[in-house]
């Protein structure tokens, strides 16, 4: 099947090179004398010889580029790189880009090959060098730009990724700002992680201007303000993220509940959470809420609580809140029946993903703002958020 696949490609390199021969050939010329090229032959040799390889070298090298070979070249290019044949490919590319002769159009198009040739080697510097010329070739500028982030993603670099989204945007006219709001996040968070918090907090300001729903920005905020001892400002931060994406809840409760604790004001936690609940009636609320009652009331008032909120809200993870607050208060046969529930409940969640991407399914335990599996920002969601009904179930 390999065999007639190569020899399918080689007779059409052969067709193109004998229609551009025939075209060029003067008309005084006689027609009954075949003037066969050396080359031809020594390739037909390789090829009869199973040397493919060195047959495909012969052939290419015999198809002039000109304007009716050079699509011909550049589709045989394409195929060595979809083939894993990078080297080849570069070398046609390489080829065509050397000849002066070759029309504006078609030397942009091979560059813009050449440089896709280079990504698919890894070798990022070159790709990069190639990519940032044709950003000032109008026919290219849009794609150049789009590799071009890709590429500073992969190698994050995220400054020079920040200024490509921005001559993207100038070019297309498509806002990337949610993205730079990730770009100026991820060098905060570099800055943070050399206790530089000045300059983290002067990017994070950046991020909010670029993206002021970017929960991340909020999130990184309050965890740099809890770092220097800003507990009042930490909240502030954390606040808003009900706001710019509540999905995002379970992700700032906690820090919220620590910045109380540090100010000894548990008070005016569950204030907030009350009101919290009301609005949002999700697992990670119910369950910092049940604690705190749990420690001011005791267990019962606790389990009735989150029980009246699974009854409304069915779900897991709230049922296994509710057992594992009850069964401190449960006796004899239901304590231990209690434990079995518990037990499974335990199970079935260790084998859930914490997250999941809502665009490609990607799923894990941590949370990635750039999913690993599509590299879509900012689609990776808590995975309780995707499993829990919302809908209050209403008795009939
Ligand atoms: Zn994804």
Known sequence: MKMIKIIIFLVCIGTAWYLGRRSRQPKEQPRNKINIPRDYLIGLNFLLNEETDKAVDIFIKMLEVDSD??????????????????DRAIRIHQNLIARPQLEKVYREQSLFELGQDYLSAGVLDRAERIFIELVNAKSHSARA??????????????????????????VTRQSMQPTIAHYYC?????????KQFDEAIQFLKKALSADHACVRASLLQAKVLIETGEYKLAIHSLKKIKNQNSDYLSEAIELLAFCYEQLEDEESLVIYLKHLLDEHPRVPVVLILAERIRKRKGDKVAATFVADYVRRYPSLRGLYTFVNIYISSAEGRAKEDLHILQNL?????????????????????????QCPGCKAWSTMLPAYRLEEKYEPVVAG
Do not use: P
């Not at 050079?70 to 083939?83: D, M, N, Q, S, Y």
């Not at 991820?186 to 050399?194: F, I, P, Q, R, V």
């Not at 665009?359 to 335990?365: I, L, P």
């Open 145 to 170: 730009l789009r590799t071009l982030i890709d590429i500073y993603q992969q190698e994050k670099d995220w400054e020079n990724a920040v200024k490509a989204a921005h001559q993207y945007e100038a």
């Open 69 to 86: 070979t050079v699509e011909t070249h550049l589709a045989v290019g394409k195929l060595f790189r979809k083939r894993g044949e990078v």
């Open 345 to 369: 409940m335990k199970n079935l969640l260790a084998d859930k993903s914490e997250y999941q991407c809502n665009s490609c399914g990607f799923s894990g335990k941590s949370l990635h703002w």
């Open 186 to 194: 991820e060098l905060a968070e570099n800055a943070a992680h050399k």
